[in-house]
């Protein structure tokens, strides 16, 4: 079709002496959307060019027009180590696309995730999951990467994860909200987290309640039920951490400012003094 006839040009051109004609070619190839043996082949030695232009372009479009195909992973993996940050980047960002296709490249991936390039640790974290749930150890010492939105990427896609991550999810919660100061870290909840947060504010213990209320307080609005019902617990700490949550969460409806306005007389100094700030 009217595709391959474009790209079969391109493809060649990839050959060129002229490092700004390869680049361009690269770049197009991805933008056609065009793909066959030849072409990813075409891109997969353009990953190994000598201009950096040429690398990313490659890299970009295989992430573009590689699905299916196989080929394209260990190109993508050898890019892992480029010199290049963005690069490197571009490649944890295409082996995502490609899903568990990609299930190969998932130790290289997670070797980047001691990158000195924020940029790289954040693009693994978002890349991981997509591939491979079995990633969740090293999505959970990503809870403690020292950027907040390392930290953020992978504890939201720990909670999409949902039962197998749960414990590393609460337990990175306590870390996180204890240590750092991501007041600005929150995710998404899914229907499958909520499930299970609930589920442990239900079946644990005091401790576990106490981590399960930190993990809360990192999602939006949709885990401000569980807080108010947490905001009754016999244990003080719990209803403390739960009434801060909802304070910080924000929200105002008459349910949230009802519970703030109860917690004002808890019999715990603790409980009134956040009630009363929040």
Same mark, same amino acid.
């Given at each position: ?17 002229? +490092?700004?004609? +390869? ?151 306590? +870390? ?64 403390? +951490? ?37």
């Amino acid at each position: 079709h009217a595709a391959s006839k474009a790209t079969r040009p391109l493809a060649r051109a990839l050959m060129e002496d002229s +490092r700004t004609v +390869r680049a361009a070619s690269a770049k197009s190839l991805g933008a056609i959307g065009d793909s066959d043996g030849e072409i990813i082949n075409s891109l997969c030695d353009a990953v190994l060019d000598s201009s950096h232009e040429v690398r990313l372009n490659a890299v970009q479009s295989l992430g573009q027009v590689g699905a299916g195909w196989p080929e394209a992973v260990p190109a993508l993996e050898s890019a892992l180590h480029d010199e290049i940050a963005a690069i490197r980047s571009a490649a944890c960002r295409a082996l995502g696309g490609l899903g568990p296709l990609a299930r190969s490249a998932v130790p290289a991936l997670e070797a980047r995730m001691s990158d000195e390039s924020v940029e790289v640790r954040r693009c693994v974290a978002a890349a991981l999951p997509k591939i491979d749930l079995a990633a969740v150890p090293t999505l959970t010492r990503a809870l403690d990467d020292k950027d907040s939105e390392v930290r953020r990427i992978a504890a939201s896609a720990l909670s999409g994860i949902g039962l197998a991550a749960m414990p590393a999810l609460i337990q990175g919660f306590g +870390r996180t909200n204890e240590d750092s100061d991501d007041s600005d870290l929150t995710i998404p909840a899914t229907d499958s987290s909520l499930a299970e947060l609930e589920a442990q504010l239900e079946a644990g213990d005091g401790l576990t309640r106490e981590q399960v209320v930190s993990a809360l307080a990192s999602h939006d609005q949709s885990g401000l039920p569980l807080l108010v019902r947490a905001a009754s617990d016999r244990v003080p700490e719990v209803r403390r +951490r739960s009434i801060a949550a909802i304070g910080r969460i924000g929200a105002n409806d008459h349910l949230t400012v009802g519970t703030l306005i109860k917690a004002v007389a808890d019999k715990d100094l603790t409980v009134r003094r956040d009630a009363v700030t929040a």
